[in-house]
């Protein structure tokens, strides 16, 4: 079932789901409602944007455990309100259900929302109907006539491709589609993704 | 705290009792000292101190005098330290020296929710080195809000031989290579439970690390350890460990592995499913029926937890053990009304509910009609926003206080609430120690009259004489915290936000709640002068945390000299900011009473006064 856009601004909520394709250094600042001072250290994938753009607002929990004396938020942002604790934010089942027919139950559907850098609109794909990333790819491929190529675990997409599939986790960093496994990633579809270019 | 003994030892003579046979006089022989009374009293003090567990009445005994306090640090085993920096490790470990269990407490609430810096301190490494000389015989180790390394685990592992039991809640820092070492070295452990900890996916299969014999395991909770799990080796161990009575899984595991954990330990009283739901939202006939039976064989189960995705058609496999539940946590699943009130209409034993609100006035309806025996509700709200509508308000709460009239702990979060049914609920459930009301949009008043939520919380603290920790919201004048002065004398631990119009608020806390022990106050108008009318107080309180308040340096620097057992430690706004912000303000002030004075792990960002 569809999953509804929110009105209002673009913010970090567990909603829905953006995969976006997009050429190197198209990378958007985004404003985060409230940047996390708990933030961990993380093990992920290092992408190639972070040795360029340090300062980034969305590689704020790299940013953050390299400066541990992290600063404490601005005036103007409420953090920490309602105080409810980001495991549970993170692991609450998500839904959008505003529609009164709609199921409410979150448990059916993996929407996913995919941009591509360059197309006029978005095009909606369900997860659940892939077995495996190839398969996922390939979509991709066929529905925005571009060339993504193979998946390598060392270099990524960075095979002479123009486009990387990558999408934002619950954490709020960028991850290249492919590093985690097939089945991890449709289990994490409550994560909102947006996805930037690579090669 | 000196160890100085206040009697002379016996004497030599007396002590050995042996006088030379050559000296020729007839003297008896004595191979066993003569004690002297004092030391008669002292050991019966002690085995009588043995079965005294309260640590309340523990440290009264300890005062008594300094034989007492000799006694009772002899026979203290089980240790709880509140707050990890008012006492140091090495005093800790001089004072009680046949201490079994541990339990250490670290950082303040608020750091739950991003209000402090990732690097603030509450390490459990200075603790453990010294227990791991100190306490050889350690079985228990119990942690909560505590920054714990792989190197603290694999030295726990190391450095007890009879360890038994591991609680780390809310803790980070560790990984999946710390706890691989735990299960494969404590051959004793019984309790392996992660709650709400963040756990570093290291890439290594700690569930394959137990050892492959027989294991004692009792409880096995690892619903927070966010990582792939090896299901075959999870299996097996669950057959290899006929006491396992609680099994919460991570959402990494099917529903499908579930069944078959299930019938291998059809024992376990408290259960934590994983995933609920199918791959493809499409179940088969027979499986239903096959969950449900194995639900069924579950006999003793009580206590049902996890949910995380939930498919709603697979509840009914829970109906068989519905009627024997004492607790049901669906606080992960996204349910509503009409799909919880087929099973709630069973659980008629539940004393301990947690949902989301999802499920709406009308699923709380259904709760207050069936659960009679409630003594704990939580509800949590899906969408953490403040502007909009809300699926739960004054209906639900209202419900809930006619129906369940045993309630003594609340958690409710809502969007809009009324004075009217905040007191109804006062009176309808006289038996309220756990008050915490969270209207989440900031300084709401009653949504029906337009007034204030003073009279509600007033009431709340009026009539629940049983009351020790409220949680107030919502739209506040200093009216209500002059009722919370004035009525809330059981009251110890208290949490404020967005509240009060001066100072005086916080001056009747401070002066009106004798047993406040934890107050913790964000964004609220109290100043330098409402903080020095607690000073009375503060050597008695466990912390005082204020952010985001009007506390000045200066203020706050007096604090500190007129106290010097307080560690008064201040975070400031490092940047600079608009004209209309004073130099001396400061944004975060959490202090404490301690023994030791300033520690020495302090980020550049925290200052000690």
């Known amino acids: 079932m569809e999953m509804v856009t929110r009105i209002g601004k673009f913010d970090h909520d567990d909603d829905h789901l953006n995969l976006r394709l997009g050429l190197p250094g198209t990378s958007e600042a985004r404003e985060k409602q409230a940047p996390s001072l708990g933030s961990r250290t993380s093990n992920k994938r290092a992408l190639p944007e972070d040795a360029e753009d340090p300062g980034s607002n969305s590689k704020c929990s790299r940013t953050e455990s390299a400066n541990a004396d992290s600063a404490l938020p601005t005036k103007t942002q409420v953090v920490g309100w309602p105080p409810i604790r980001s495991y549970r934010k993170n692991n609450t089942q998500s839904t959008v259900m505003k529609t009164p027919q709609s199921d409410v139950a979150g448990g059916n559907n993996n929407y996913v929302k995919v941009s591509v850098d360059g197309a006029p609109y978005l095009r909606k794909i369900d997860l659940r109907v892939y077995k495996n990333y190839p398969e996922l790819l390939k979509a991709l491929e066929s529905m925005f006539n571009l060339t993504i190529g193979n998946y390598s675990e060392r270099e990524g997409y960075n095979n002479g491709s123009d486009y990387a599939p990558t999408y934002e986790d619950k954490d709020g960093d960028w991850m290249l589609v492919g590093d985690v496994p097939w089945e991890r990633l449709r289990i994490m579809k409550g994560s909102e993704a947006r996805g930037l270019g690579c090669a | ?609």
């Open chain 2, 1 to 609: 705290m000196s160890e100085d003994d206040d009697r002379s030892p016996p004497s030599d003579a007396a002590a050995t009792g042996i006088t030379a046979s050559g000296s020729g006089g007839s003297t008896s022989v004595e191979l066993f000292p003569a004690p002297y009374p004092d030391q008669v009293l002292e050991n019966v003090l002690e085995n009588v101190l043995c079965f005294l567990t309260s640590r309340r009445d523990r440290s009264a005994a300890s005062l008594v005098c300094k034989s007492w306090y000799r006694a009772e640090a002899l026979t203290r085993s089980e240790l709880f330290i509140g707050n990890c920096y008012a006492v140091s490790p090495r005093r800790t470990t001089a004072r009680f020296t046949r201490v079994r269990s541990v339990s250490i407490k670290g950082k303040p609430r608020f750091a739950d929710f991003n209000l402090m810096p990732h690097n603030w301190g509450a390490h459990f490494a200075p603790w453990v080195v010294a227990m791991a000389k100190a306490y050889p015989w350690l079985e228990k180790i119990y942690l909560k809000r505590m920054s714990v390394t792989d190197e603290d685990l694999v030295l726990i592992a190391e450095s007890f031989p009879n360890f038994k039991e591991l609680v780390l809640v809310c803790c980070d820092g560790f990984g999946t290579t710390g706890l691989a070492v735990v299960a494969n070295k404590c051959r004793q452990l019984r309790v392996l439970d992660l709650i709400e900890s963040e756990v570093m996916d290291e890439d290594v299969d700690w569930i394959a690390c137990f050892p492959g014999s027989h294991t004692c395991l009792e409880s096995l909770i690892f619903d927070c350890v966010d990582c792939l799990v090896n299901f075959e080796a999870l299996e097996r161990l669950v057959v290899r460990s006929p006491s396992l009575k609680k099994l919460r899984l991570n959402r990494y595991v099917s529903i499908g592995q579930l069944y078959r954990l299930m019938i291998r330990a059809p024992q376990l009283t408290h259960l934590g499913t994983g995933s609920f739901s199918t791959s493809d939202g499409m179940i088969q006939g027979e499986q239903e029926a096959d969950y449900a039976s194995a639900f069924a064989a579950c006999k003793s189960l009580t206590c049902l937890s996890g949910f995380r995705e939930t498919l709603p058609e697979l509840l009914p496999a829970i109906y068989p053990v519905c009627a024997n539940l004492t607790s049901l946590n669906f606080s992960y699943a996204n349910i509503n009304a009409e799909q919880l009130k087929p099973v709630i209409c069973h659980c008629h034993k539940l004393q301990t509910f947690w949902a989301l609100d999802s499920i709406c006035d009308e699923g709380l309806q259904a709760v207050a009609a069936t659960c009679k025996e409630l003594r704990e509700l939580r509800v949590f709200p899906v969408d953490a926003r403040e502007d909009i509508e809300g699926p739960v308000s004054e209906v639900g709460l209202q419900a809930i206080s006619e129906g369940c009239r045993k309630l003594q702990s609340i958690l409710y979060f809502c969007q809009r609430m009324t004075n009217a049914v905040v007191i109804a609920m006062s009176k309808n459930c006289p038996d309220l120690v756990v008050f915490r009301l969270c209207i989440m949009g900031r300084h709401r008043p009653d949504h029906l009259t337009g007034q204030p939520m003073d009279e509600g919380f007033g009431a709340i603290v009026m009539n629940c004489k049983k009351l020790t920790r409220l949680a107030v919201s919502g739209l506040l004048t200093d009216r209500a915290f002059s009722y919370i002065g004035q009525y809330g004398k059981l009251v110890r631990t208290l949490s404020v936000a967005f509240a009060g119009d001066s100072d005086n608020g916080l001056k009747y806390m401070l002066e009106g709640c004798p047993k406040l022990q934890k107050l913790e106050i964000r964004d609220s108008p109290f100043g330098d002068v409402a903080l020095h009318s607690g000073l009375h107080h503060y050597y008695n309180m466990r912390f005082l945390w204020m952010s985001s308040c009007k506390l000045t340096h200066q203020g706050c620097r007096e604090v500190a000299r007129a106290l010097p057992r307080l560690v008064v430690e201040v975070m400031t706004r490092n940047e600079v900011d608009e004209e209309d912000i004073v130099d001396d303000e400061i944004e975060i002030l959490y202090m404490y009473r301690s023994l030791e004075g300033p520690r020495d792990d302090v980020p550049k960002i925290v200052q000690i006064l």
